[in-house]
């Protein structure tokens, strides 16, 4: 016997559903609710009715939180939320799959609960043989990717990824970690798989972005056993390239592989000695040009010391015009009317020898820095011929 309908009422939902079981006269009922009224009773009774009506409810909640629910002209368009609903599919997984694919399509906004339920559901291993023979698991892979790779995606990385990484989704790792620019994390999810390939691809793909993987790869390969000869001399090209490392950090790394001989960084250490030895024959021609003009200004300081010192400029050096007072005259030759001076940067040097001082200065100070690193380099280079003859 039908049970007078009476609007609102949630006795009438409880006789329905909980003491008659006439699931589809309560879904009826709820197809014709007011959206408030709808929403609540969906969320009291959608586990159940789910169960019982998996695809009908569904239909009814793709309406209730797309906006399509309205039931009397006056009521205004609104839409529930989808991530309060997704509890009610605890034994339905394959309609709740169902379900978020309608509402990342027709809602792009969607929250990131929403986004990330549904990629779990992709990455879900069900061991049944539906899924092996209809390859079942294939298909929700490249729908997980996609999803990921969807422009309008809004779902928490960090959530995705660690989702990704639970479920073994190469795919996934890797998308989500160049996404979020961790070029370290690729080349260490290669190097842990053993994929030299694949690690030197990386450096290649973003060495230019951080320049510091190509260190990493050099560390690895040197760390590994067996022959990597051709890697480790494809590491060194680019790191000589672009500088990345001085010769004696290549050597004390490559020290710890048994495996890598002298040989393997012969033509890397031959060309950084003939620079040395080009760089060693500038400077000593450097040195030998400073000692000169050190022994030129040394007589000067002796006559500025014994004999005055005569200026008789004609014109700026700044303006070329006429010098007149007031002036100022600098040691090196150069004069300068006060005002000209004034909108130097430094009223204390002359402007046309600052640069070249500052120059002189700064070789100085780069040559000092840069001899204990030599002497470095050469002590662990002896050391390293010395343990290869012993072996």
């Known amino acids: 016997t039908a049970l007078p309908i009476c609007f609102g009422d949630y006795r009438y939902m409880r006789i329905e559903i909980e003491d008659v079981g006439n699931y589809e006269r309560a879904l009826n009922y709820i197809a014709r609710l007011e959206f408030t009224e709808a929403e609540n009773n969906l969320k009291k009774y959608g586990k159940a009715l789910v169960n019982e009506l998996p695809v009908a409810t569904t239909n009814l909640l793709k309406q209730l939180c797309t906006g ?3 039931r009397f002209p006056t009521e205004r368009v609104l839409k529930a939320k989808p991530e309060e609903f997704v509890h009610i599919y ?17 809602e792009p906004d969607s929250s990131s609960l929403v986004y990330n339920t549904l990629l779990e559901l992709y990455l879900h291993r069900e061991k049944t043989e539906k899924l092996e023979v209809a390859g079942e698991r294939e298909r929700r892979a ?3 990717l996609e999803l990921l790779k969807s422009p309008n995606a809004t779902f928490n990385i960090d959530q995705a990824l660690i989702l990704a990484q639970m479920h073994d989704f190469r795919a996934g790792i890797l998308h989500l970690y160049e996404k979020a620019r961790l070029y370290r994390q690729i080349l260490q999810y290669y190097m842990d798989q053993n994929e030299y390939d694949h690690v030197i691809e990386t450096c290649n793909d973003h060495g230019k972005k951080e320049p510091n993987l190509w260190i990493l790869a050099l560390s690895y390969f040197a760390r590994k056993e067996e022959d990597c000869k051709d890697y480790i001399a494809g590491v060194l090209a680019h790191i000589e390239k672009k500088a990345l490392m001085p010769p004696l950090m290549v050597v004390q ?7 890598c001989t002298l040989a393997v960084v012969k033509d890397f250490i031959t060309r950084k000695l003939k620079e040395e ?10 040195i030998k040009k400073y000692r000169e003009d050190t022994e030129r200004m040394k007589r000067e300081i002796e006559q500025l010391k014994t004999s005055a010192k005569v200026f008789q400029p004609t014109k700026c050096h700044s303006c070329t015009n006429p010098i007149d007072l007031p002036a100022v005259h600098f040691l090196c030759g150069h004069s300068y009317h006060q005002a000209c001076l004034e909108v130097a940067e430094s009223e204390t040097e002359c402007p046309l020898c600052v640069e070249k001082n500052r120059e002189v200065l700064d070789l100085i100070r780069a040559q000092e820095q840069t001899t204990g690193l030599h002497e470095d380099f050469h002590t662990e280079l002896e050391r390293k011929k010395t343990d290869r003859s012993e072996e």
Request: aromatic share 4%.
């Open 142 to 144: 490249e729908r997980a």
């Open 277 to 286: 030895s080009e760089q060693i024959a500038k400077d000593q021609d450097l």
């Open 90 to 106: 605890v034994q339905q997984k394959s309609q709740l799959l169902e379900f978020l694919e309608h509402m990342v399509k027709a």
């Open 253 to 259: 790394t490559l020290a710890h592989n048994s495996t």
């Open 68 to 70: 399509a629910w309205k």
